[in-house]
Protein backbone atom coordinates (compact mmCIF):
# COMPACT_ATOMS: atom_id res chain seq x y z
CA UNK A 1 0.00 0.00 0.00
CA UNK A 2 1.41 3.27 -1.03
CA UNK A 3 -0.67 5.89 1.09
CA UNK A 4 -0.25 8.29 3.71
CA UNK A 5 1.22 6.05 6.78
CA UNK A 6 1.44 7.16 10.86
CA UNK A 7 3.04 6.01 13.61
CA UNK A 8 2.13 5.50 15.74
CA UNK A 9 -1.56 5.23 15.66
CA UNK A 10 -2.34 5.16 19.07
CA UNK A 11 -0.23 7.20 22.53
CA UNK A 12 -0.87 7.58 25.68
CA UNK A 13 1.34 9.32 28.06
CA UNK A 14 0.87 11.52 31.44
CA UNK A 15 0.65 14.83 31.59
CA UNK A 16 3.98 16.83 31.09
CA UNK A 17 5.99 14.29 28.98
CA UNK A 18 6.95 14.83 25.01
CA UNK A 19 5.60 12.89 22.34
CA UNK A 20 6.71 13.02 18.70
CA UNK A 21 4.69 11.57 15.78
CA UNK A 22 5.66 10.73 12.46
CA UNK A 23 4.02 10.76 8.85
CA UNK A 24 5.25 9.40 5.80
CA UNK A 25 3.58 10.92 2.71
CA UNK A 26 3.06 9.16 -0.44
CA UNK A 27 6.31 9.15 -2.16
CA UNK A 28 5.70 11.56 -5.27
CA UNK A 29 3.79 14.26 -3.16
CA UNK A 30 5.83 17.46 -1.81
CA UNK A 31 3.25 19.20 0.50
CA UNK A 32 2.03 17.80 3.57
CA UNK A 33 -0.26 18.89 5.62
CA UNK A 34 -0.89 18.30 9.80
CA UNK A 35 -4.70 18.63 11.22
CA UNK A 36 -5.83 17.97 14.50
CA UNK A 37 -9.51 16.48 15.40
CA UNK A 38 -10.87 16.47 18.76
CA UNK A 39 -13.93 14.51 19.22
CA UNK A 40 -16.92 15.70 17.87
CA UNK A 41 -15.53 18.14 15.46
CA UNK A 42 -14.01 18.42 12.30
CA UNK A 43 -10.40 18.68 11.38
CA UNK A 44 -8.63 22.03 12.38
CA UNK A 45 -5.70 22.88 9.81
CA UNK A 46 -2.14 23.19 12.22
CA UNK A 47 0.70 23.70 9.87
CA UNK A 48 1.65 22.52 6.19
CA UNK A 49 4.99 21.93 4.54
CA UNK A 50 6.00 22.22 0.99
CA UNK A 51 9.27 20.41 0.32
CA UNK A 52 11.24 20.76 3.59
CA UNK A 53 9.77 24.65 3.89
CA UNK A 54 7.28 24.77 6.68
CA UNK A 55 5.26 27.41 4.79
CA UNK A 56 2.05 28.32 7.14
CA UNK A 57 1.43 27.49 10.43
CA UNK A 58 -2.02 27.91 12.65
CA UNK A 59 -2.10 29.99 15.87
CA UNK A 60 -3.46 26.48 17.26
CA UNK A 61 0.35 25.45 16.83
CA UNK A 62 1.21 26.69 20.32
CA UNK A 63 4.97 27.31 21.67
CA UNK A 64 4.86 23.62 22.91
CA UNK A 65 4.17 22.14 19.14
CA UNK A 66 6.82 21.77 16.54
CA UNK A 67 7.12 19.99 13.27
CA UNK A 68 10.05 19.30 10.94
CA UNK A 69 10.11 17.39 7.32
CA UNK A 70 13.82 17.52 6.87
CA UNK A 71 14.49 16.02 3.75
CA UNK A 72 11.35 17.13 2.17
CA UNK A 73 9.89 13.59 2.57
CA UNK A 74 8.55 12.15 6.06
CA UNK A 75 7.60 14.64 8.98
CA UNK A 76 7.40 14.84 12.91
CA UNK A 77 5.24 16.80 14.67
CA UNK A 78 6.90 16.70 18.58
CA UNK A 79 4.44 17.89 21.31
CA UNK A 80 6.92 19.25 24.33
CA UNK A 81 4.81 19.40 27.94
CA UNK A 82 2.14 17.16 27.14
CA UNK A 83 -1.76 18.96 28.62
CA UNK A 84 -4.88 16.75 29.27
CA UNK A 85 -5.78 19.34 26.12
CA UNK A 86 -3.75 17.62 23.63
CA UNK A 87 -5.80 14.52 23.43
CA UNK A 88 -7.05 14.52 20.01
CA UNK A 89 -6.64 12.34 16.76
CA UNK A 90 -3.54 14.42 14.63
CA UNK A 91 -4.51 13.58 10.96
CA UNK A 92 -1.62 13.97 8.35
CA UNK A 93 -2.52 14.59 4.77
CA UNK A 94 -0.25 14.61 1.52
CA UNK A 95 -1.08 16.22 -2.09
CA UNK A 96 0.68 16.90 -5.24
CA UNK A 97 2.04 20.25 -6.46
CA UNK A 98 -0.77 20.44 -8.33
CA UNK A 99 -3.32 23.34 -8.16
CA UNK A 100 -3.88 25.90 -5.80
CA UNK A 101 -2.24 24.80 -2.17
CA UNK A 102 -4.77 23.38 -0.02
CA UNK A 103 -7.50 22.98 -2.83
CA UNK A 104 -5.89 20.51 -4.25
CA UNK A 105 -6.78 16.51 -3.24
CA UNK A 106 -5.46 15.76 0.19
CA UNK A 107 -4.74 12.24 1.13
CA UNK A 108 -4.92 11.35 4.69
CA UNK A 109 -3.57 8.92 7.09
CA UNK A 110 -5.44 7.22 9.80
CA UNK A 111 -3.94 9.25 12.27
CA UNK A 112 -2.68 9.21 15.58
CA UNK A 113 -4.50 8.91 18.69
CA UNK A 114 -3.24 10.56 21.51
CA UNK A 115 -4.51 10.49 24.99
CA UNK A 116 -2.97 12.26 27.93
CA UNK A 117 -3.85 11.77 31.40
CA UNK B 1 -14.34 34.76 8.13
CA UNK B 2 -15.30 31.35 7.06
CA UNK B 3 -17.95 29.51 8.14
CA UNK B 4 -19.29 25.82 7.49
CA UNK B 5 -22.01 24.75 9.72
CA UNK B 6 -23.58 20.91 9.47
CA UNK B 7 -27.03 21.42 11.28
CA UNK B 8 -27.30 17.60 11.21
CA UNK B 9 -25.20 15.48 13.94
CA UNK B 10 -26.64 11.97 13.57
CA UNK B 11 -28.85 10.77 10.68
CA UNK B 12 -30.18 6.90 10.87
CA UNK B 13 -31.72 5.65 8.05
CA UNK B 14 -32.57 2.04 6.78
CA UNK B 15 -30.45 0.29 4.07
CA UNK B 16 -31.99 1.51 0.47
CA UNK B 17 -33.36 4.63 1.32
CA UNK B 18 -32.31 8.07 0.08
CA UNK B 19 -30.47 10.88 2.21
CA UNK B 20 -29.46 13.81 1.94
CA UNK B 21 -26.55 15.44 4.30
CA UNK B 22 -26.64 19.40 4.50
CA UNK B 23 -23.92 21.63 4.16
CA UNK B 24 -24.11 25.42 4.57
CA UNK B 25 -21.17 27.85 4.13
CA UNK B 26 -20.68 31.31 4.94
CA UNK B 27 -17.70 33.44 3.07
CA UNK B 28 -17.14 37.16 1.58
CA UNK B 29 -14.96 35.64 -0.93
CA UNK B 30 -16.15 35.56 -4.42
CA UNK B 31 -13.51 32.82 -5.08
CA UNK B 32 -13.94 29.65 -3.17
CA UNK B 33 -13.82 25.71 -2.55
CA UNK B 34 -15.95 23.40 -0.83
CA UNK B 35 -15.16 20.00 -0.26
CA UNK B 36 -16.67 16.88 1.09
CA UNK B 37 -14.93 14.07 3.09
CA UNK B 38 -15.72 11.03 4.24
CA UNK B 39 -14.85 9.44 7.64
CA UNK B 40 -15.32 5.81 8.17
CA UNK B 41 -14.74 4.01 11.47
CA UNK B 42 -10.92 3.39 10.56
CA UNK B 43 -10.51 7.13 11.04
CA UNK B 44 -8.80 7.71 7.40
CA UNK B 45 -10.50 10.99 5.71
CA UNK B 46 -11.45 10.25 2.34
CA UNK B 47 -11.92 12.63 -0.57
CA UNK B 48 -15.39 12.75 -2.25
CA UNK B 49 -15.42 16.40 -4.61
CA UNK B 50 -14.21 19.47 -4.42
CA UNK B 51 -16.37 22.20 -6.27
CA UNK B 52 -14.94 25.71 -6.80
CA UNK B 53 -17.21 28.88 -6.36
CA UNK B 54 -17.35 29.42 -10.52
CA UNK B 55 -19.04 26.01 -11.22
CA UNK B 56 -22.17 25.69 -9.89
CA UNK B 57 -23.34 22.68 -12.26
CA UNK B 58 -24.53 19.35 -9.75
CA UNK B 59 -22.45 16.40 -10.47
CA UNK B 60 -23.50 12.86 -10.18
CA UNK B 61 -20.79 9.83 -9.29
CA UNK B 62 -22.51 6.50 -8.77
CA UNK B 63 -25.29 7.13 -5.74
CA UNK B 64 -23.57 10.07 -4.78
CA UNK B 65 -24.62 13.29 -6.34
CA UNK B 66 -24.27 16.90 -4.51
CA UNK B 67 -26.22 20.17 -5.23
CA UNK B 68 -24.34 23.26 -5.27
CA UNK B 69 -26.50 26.80 -4.91
CA UNK B 70 -24.80 29.60 -4.34
CA UNK B 71 -28.31 31.71 -4.35
CA UNK B 72 -28.40 29.83 -0.25
CA UNK B 73 -24.64 29.27 0.39
CA UNK B 74 -25.77 25.27 0.28
CA UNK B 75 -23.36 22.43 -1.15
CA UNK B 76 -25.46 19.30 -0.36
CA UNK B 77 -24.80 15.92 -0.68
CA UNK B 78 -27.45 12.87 -1.49
CA UNK B 79 -26.78 9.59 -1.36
CA UNK B 80 -29.14 7.53 -3.37
CA UNK B 81 -29.85 3.81 -2.51
CA UNK B 82 -27.68 4.02 1.05
CA UNK B 83 -25.89 0.79 1.56
CA UNK B 84 -24.81 -0.33 4.81
CA UNK B 85 -20.76 0.64 3.55
CA UNK B 86 -22.06 4.06 3.34
CA UNK B 87 -21.65 3.94 7.56
CA UNK B 88 -19.74 7.19 8.44
CA UNK B 89 -18.66 10.69 9.39
CA UNK B 90 -19.05 12.87 6.15
CA UNK B 91 -17.67 16.07 6.88
CA UNK B 92 -18.20 19.36 4.10
CA UNK B 93 -15.51 22.36 4.04
CA UNK B 94 -14.73 25.51 2.69
CA UNK B 95 -10.94 27.02 1.32
CA UNK B 96 -11.25 30.62 1.29
CA UNK B 97 -9.89 33.70 2.30
CA UNK B 98 -6.23 34.42 0.01
CA UNK B 99 -4.59 31.31 2.12
CA UNK B 100 -7.22 28.88 1.42
CA UNK B 101 -6.88 27.25 4.19
CA UNK B 102 -9.86 24.70 5.01
CA UNK B 103 -12.36 24.88 7.42
CA UNK B 104 -14.35 21.63 7.97
CA UNK B 105 -17.90 21.47 9.58
CA UNK B 106 -18.64 19.27 12.78
CA UNK B 107 -19.80 16.23 10.56
CA UNK B 108 -22.82 14.68 9.73
CA UNK B 109 -22.72 11.01 11.17
CA UNK B 110 -24.54 8.59 8.63
CA UNK B 111 -26.19 5.39 10.39
CA UNK B 112 -27.27 2.97 8.16
CA UNK B 113 -28.95 0.14 9.17
CA UNK B 114 -29.39 -3.33 7.34
Known amino acids: DTGVSQDPRHKITKRGQNVTFRCDPI?????LYWYRQTLGQGPEFLTY????????KSRLLSDRFSAERPKGSFSTLEIQRTEQGDSAMYLC???????????????FGPGTRLTVL | AQKVTQAQTEISVVEKEDVTLDCVYE???????LFWYKQPPSGELVFLIR??????QNEISGRYSWNFQKSTSSFNFTITASQVVDSAVYFC???????????FGRGTSLIVHP
Open chain 1, 93 to 107: ASSSNSGRVFTDTQY
Open chain 1, 27 to 31: SEHNR
Open chain 1, 49 to 56: FQNEAQLE
Open chain 2, 27 to 33: TRDTTYY
Open chain 2, 51 to 56: RNSFDE
Open chain 2, 93 to 103: ALASGGSYIPT
